[in-house]
């Protein structure tokens, strides 16, 4: 089956078209699988969601001129086919490997909103028209697939066809922008966010600092340099809300970074964790910028031996904050200094690749020794009754997600993306609730209560998701949440679908953040 044969059928009802994709064996008198039932219900809550963004748009003014030639309609029309098709067959080779491909998951939502966003693309600029009201959205396209080609890129594992499609889509990527006669778009709404939060990173940093470090030559220095760079980082923000050039906001990031990273060095020396949180959040808020600007992410050596020596640093504080009465009173007590010697051991081990120069994978090697001596580590303490002691524990499992990151390794399962929608789809939920309660009670509609059970068992089960998720339920669990959230969706929005004028624009903006949610949800906790 080859989600690239999906053919568009729309049909009209209300004051919005609803496009749908079906899958291509729909009618071939084959029963379809439960797979591909799951996957033409999220091409269907997806396309869905873009139409509705396309057609709530505002046209463009009168006298609008269209850059792109008009000459050029069935070149773009037949590049943005070539792109669905590729989305597709890359979407479902990535589906089927996600096993032995950690992280090929959670790009798979990005794939099938590209896919079914090129999909109606592609059938508007086959009639003709509307240039002025697509353009927009034709570049976004190309800025979109950048960010999601430099993530998948980076997977381990990708096969040959799978790196061939990549390469097939970023050429058509360019394709697009080259008839458009445009430059690379950047998403300045999540740069500005994320500039932002490197700002707030950097003051809460030069605040630890304040506080942590005496009235010294080196801490007036350092809070010095770091205004400094604060400087900086305001400097890329002013680009970034003029929607500079592409070149010029790279160019000032590069500049932050070569001021940033020898300050970086000297804090990481004075071994403070209050510091080192700050540290963490910078390192964080750098990952997106470097995601959003398509700058690749480099393996640093020096923070792989930093958090390392953090490592075992845990463990020392371990043991200096647990009672040796509360260590005897363990169920494997005779296991205590074997498994704290063994953590140790392959932490050495792994410092010692880096100080080698091993290449990546063999770096990768030594890391898993840690990953699962950690794991008994944890089995083995977990039951401690000490505050103090598992808050190392806790500290250990950062430290370990940091050198994961460090070595740009991906999980089969990613918990925190997890929660965050988790948390985002309770806030919506809540928010779909209440505004079907304003709209109701202004109207008469007869399904008044059934519509307002609805959205409260809705709202109600999105909060345990988001409880079940940031509590450590485990995928199969998950998974079955996100099955039951999905058809109490359906039934709130066959209710809201029957809004009208205000209400139903308000409530089919909530719609279009819902469902890509709710897509998102299920492709991460699927097998």
Known sequence: MRLSSLPVTRSVGGCLLTLFLTLGIANTGFAQTEREKYLEELLKSLVESELQKIENKTPPALGTAAPARVDNSRKIHETLNSFSKDCSELAMSLGESAVRIPGAREQLTELYR???????????????????????????????WRTTSLKISQLRGLSQAQTRLIQRLDTSSGTLMGYLNARPQLNYFELTQAVATLNTAFENLLEEISFEMTDTTESRNLMLEGRKIQQQTRQIGLLVRDQADYEAIKNE?????????????????????????????????????????WLPHQVDRQKLLY??????????????????????????????????????????NFTDSVERGENHQEMIDAFQYITESEKD??????PIRSQAALNVLTAIDQ????????????????????????????????????????????????????????????SRQAAEFHKQALS????????????????????????????????????????????PNLVEIRTLVQQ
């Open 114 to 144: 590209l896919r079914a966003r090129s999909a109606l693309l592609a059938e508007k600029t086959a009639q003709g028209d509307q240039w002025g009201n697509l353009l927009e959205d034709i570049r976004s396209i190309d800025r979109d």
């Open 307 to 348: 958090v390392t020596s953090m490592l075992k640093k845990d463990v020392d504080d371990f043991f200096a904050r647990t009672p040796l009465k509360l260590l005897i009173s363990l169920p494997d007590s005779e296991y205590v200094l074997p498994t704290a010697d063994a953590f140790y051991g392959v932490c050495e």
């Open 472 to 515: 450590g339920a485990n995928v199969a669990q998950l998974r079955t949440l996100s099955e039951k959230l999905y058809d109490s969706w359906r039934k709130v929005h066959g209710y809201i679908s029957l809004s009208r004028d205000e209400d139903r624009a308000h409530l089919a903006r909530l719609a279009t953040h819902i469902g």
């Open 399 to 458: 430290h370990i997600r940091e050198l994961q990151q460090a070595l740009v390794l991906k999980e089969n399962f990613d918990r925190r993306q997890t929660i965050n929608l988790g948390a985002s789809l309770e806030n919506l939920a809540e928010h779909v609730h209440l505004d079907t309660k304003l709209w109701l009670d202004r109207s008469n509609e007869s399904f008044k209560v059934q519509a307002l059970a609805a959205t409260s068992d809705f």
């Open 253 to 293: 990031y590069s500049r932050y970074q070569q001021m940033w990273e020898p300050m970086m060095v000297q804090l990481r020396k004075l071994d403070n964790r209050y510091i080192e949180r700050s540290l963490r959040r910078i390192s964080d808020a750098n990952r997106s910028m470097h995601e959003l600007l």
């Open 377 to 382: 580590f944890s089995r083995l303490f977990k």
